[in-house]
Antibody
Framework: EVQLVQSGAEVKKPGESLKISCKAS????????IAWVRQMPEKGLEWMGI????????RYSPSFQGHVTISADKSTSTAYLQWTSLKASDIGMYYC??????????????WGQGTLVTVSS | DIVMTQSPDSLAVSLGERTTINCKSS????????????LAWYQQKPGQPPKVLIY???TRASGAPDRFSGSGSGTDFTLTISGLQAEDVAVYYC??????????FGQGTRVEIK
């Protein structure tokens, strides 16, 4: 059974760093891309970026390029989303999601449960 | 980058009525080499991650009730709920996955019971 299990909720201050995780199981982790999607409170879904764990090739939305880093650890089948300096506007629920096909262009058929990030002074 | 625009932003529908949500893309999502439209629809209920309903614009996902259907091609797409049920109260998103990323979601359409 395919599962994406994300790390727990985080409460941070502006300027702090953060790394959240998405542990995959039930499939060959290196054969599928993994994406990150943000959902700010009471707002819609925003596509942030995507990584191919086999070679760590990464693509970002221009809206998030330079502010977040997506990485993956093949040895633990885990994808990561990290910030070096959080802003108050980074508050939201962050989901990891897996495309349905091994090729990059596909809908998302599996989603993590989400990680809630709160940033407040 | 491709921009997705949904309409309406929200709607209230009586139980059993037909519901239509529209999604317009700033570029064609039809890939001529395979004649497929790279467009999916998701349903998101409060406190849950999104769940795919439709992919390739009109293919119903496994487990999606048959009252959900997708249509359209190129730049204009529609999600139809043939007879609204109470459990269909949710926010619905279209999603383009055409070509290399970045991809994009529509802004969402909230469906409520009248």
């Amino acid at each position: 059974e395919v599962q994406l299990v994300q790390s727990g909720a985080e409460v941070k201050k502006p300027g702090e760093s953060l790394k959240i995780s998405c542990k995959a199981s039930g499939y060959n982790f290196t054969s599928y891309w993994i994406a990150w999607v943000r959902q700010m409170p009471e707002k819609g879904l925003e596509w942030m970026g995507i990584i191919y764990p086999s070679d760590s090739h990464t693509r970002y939305s221009p809206s998030f390029q330079g502010h977040v880093t997506i990485s993956a650890d093949k040895s633990t089948s885990t994808a990561y989303l990290q910030w070096t300096s959080l802003k108050a506007s980074d508050i939201g629920m962050y989901y990891c999601a897996r495309p349905a096909r091994r090729g990059i262009s596909a809908w998302f058929d599996y989603w993590g449960q989400g990680t809630l990030v709160t940033v407040s002074s | 980058d491709i921009v997705m625009t949904q309409s309406p932003d929200s709607l209230a529908v009586s139980l059993g009525e037909r519901t239509t949500i529209n999604c317009k893309s700033s570029q064609s999502l039809l890939f001529r080499s395979d004649n497929k439209n790279y467009l999916a629809w998701y349903q998101q209920k409060p406190g849950q991650p999104p769940k795919v309903l439709i992919y390739w614009a009109s293919t119903r996902a496994s487990g999606a009730p048959d009252r959900f259907s997708g249509s359209g091609s190129g730049t204009d797409f529609t999600l139809t709920i043939s007879g609204l049920q109470a459990e269909d109260v949710a926010v619905y998103y279209c999603h383009q996955y055409f070509g290399p990323p970045p991809w994009a979601f529509g802004q969402g359409t909230r469906v409520e019971i009248k």
